[in-house]
């Protein structure tokens, strides 16, 4: 079974500029979540997608934004890019089969896209 | 604010030793803590979780102990192999916050022979 592809792998912007990342789950699971890892601030949650609609979102700026599709593949992008916004982003995704409530599934993560900003 | 904070940034253990890892968290409404174990250019792996109505679980080589008076985690690591070098972080979650975690900033943990 395959796990959590994430692309493109590594990229490389320049400020001001916007950048679309990828993320297919696992196979057959519906709740994907997305996170931001840079040595700073360490692992920060981003937002989270289930059946695409957005259930959860963390403390980010509205350049930050997601979707997810019918096949439960989901992107995110961030526009005007900062040089703060060079991490690792990783995706995520569960078995959750209900919309509301109760605590996290096993989250399967991804091997992260690596922004660098110039 | 949130926050889930580990005591020490880096752990050097020899092969066959214990490791103890150790996380605070600030928040007494989180009922769910997980161990995730992150290695060079990879993502997260999950090793162990624990909840609330739990002081202590056990897995393969792993134990999870839960202090929720003093609101800490801490993961320990039977015979240290060189295959658990990596960062490990701990995380919290909270009834209803689904798929949401809150995580530690990371003790990495290098096993020398």
């Known amino acids: 079974k395959a796990g959590v592809t994430q692309t493109p792998r590594y990229l490389i912007k320049t400020r001001g500029q916007q950048v679309t990342l990828s993320c297919s789950p696992i196979?057959?699971?519906?709740?994907v979540s997305w996170y931001q890892q840079t040595p700073g601030q360490g692992l920060q949650f981003l937002f989270e997608?289930?059946?695409?609609?957005?259930?959860n979102k963390g403390n980010f700026p509205g350049r930050f934004s997601g979707r997810q599709f019918s096949n439960s593949r989901s992107e995110m992008n961030v526009s005007t890019l900062e040089l703060g916004d060079s991490a690792l982003y990783l995706c995520?995704?569960?078995?959750?089969?209900?919309?509301?409530?109760?605590?996290?599934?096993?989250?399967?993560f991804g091997e992260g896209s690596r922004l660098t900003v110039l | 604010g949130e926050s889930v904070g580990l005591h020490l940034p880096t752990l050097s253990v020899q092969e066959g030793d214990n490791s103890i890892i150790n996380c605070a968290y600030s928040?007494?409404?989180?009922?769910?803590f997980i161990w995730y174990k992150q290695e060079s250019g990879k993502g997260p792996q999950f090793i162990i979780d624990?909840?609330?109505?739990?002081d202590k679980r056990q897995g393969q080589r792993v134990t999870v102990l839960l202090n929720k008076t003093v609101k800490h985690l801490s993961l320990q690591i039977a015979a240290t192999q060189p295959g658990d070098s990596a960062v490990y972080f701990c995380?919290?979650?909270?009834?209803?916050?689904?798929?949401?975690?809150?995580f530690g900033t990371g003790t990495r943990l290098q096993v020398f022979p």
């Open positions: 196979s057959g699971h519906r709740s």
């Open positions: 995380a919290e979650n909270r009834f209803g916050d689904t798929d949401k975690l809150i």
């Open positions: 928040n007494s409404a989180s009922d769910y």
């Open positions: 624990i909840r609330s109505n739990m």
């Open positions: 995520a995704s569960s078995l959750r089969s209900n919309w509301r409530g109760g605590n996290t599934g096993e989250l399967f």
């Open positions: 997608y289930f059946s695409e609609t957005q259930r």
